[in-house]
């Protein structure tokens, strides 16, 4: 059972920066993907990185503005928000699979708690 924890969310005022950080043990074979939801929302995706080449994959919604990374040494995937918008306000998930990389949620079989992120002045 593959356990993932979050952490690196929090308040932070519009323009701002968060980098969030996804640890697992042994998740180097895995598609990795970050999901976020906002209150009365569907689950979106957000971003996802392959586990065998690196290729990363974003929404429209934060395409130029996200960057995913993965460190299998570390067992850490990051991803570093940059020029927040309060429309980017959720829970933050990471998620893993194996298989093809997808910004969909239904294929992925692990899932963290979340990280809260808050845009606001």
């Known amino acids: 059972q593959l356990q993932l924890v979050e952490s690196g969310g929090g308040l932070v005022q519009p323009g701002g920066s968060l980098r969030l950080a996804c640890a697992a043990s042994?998740?180097?074979?895995?598609?990795i993907g970050w999901f976020r939801q906002a209150p009365g929302k569907e689950r979106e995706g957000v971003s996802c990185?392959?586990?065998?080449?690196?290729?990363?994959y974003y929404s429209d919604s934060v395409k130029g503005r996200f960057t995913i990374s993965r460190d299998n040494a570390k067992n850490t995937v990051h991803l570093q928000m940059n020029g927040l918008k309060p429309e980017d306000t959720g829970s933050y998930y990471c998620?893993?699979?194996?298989?093809?990389?997808?910004?969909?949620?239904?294929?992925?079989?692990?899932w963290g708690e979340g990280t809260q992120v808050t845009v606001s002045s």
């Open positions: 998620a893993a699979r194996f298989g093809a990389p997808t910004m969909r949620a239904g294929p992925y079989d692990y």
């Open positions: 042994g998740f180097s074979d895995y598609v």
């Open positions: 990185i392959s586990s065998s080449d690196g290729s990363t």
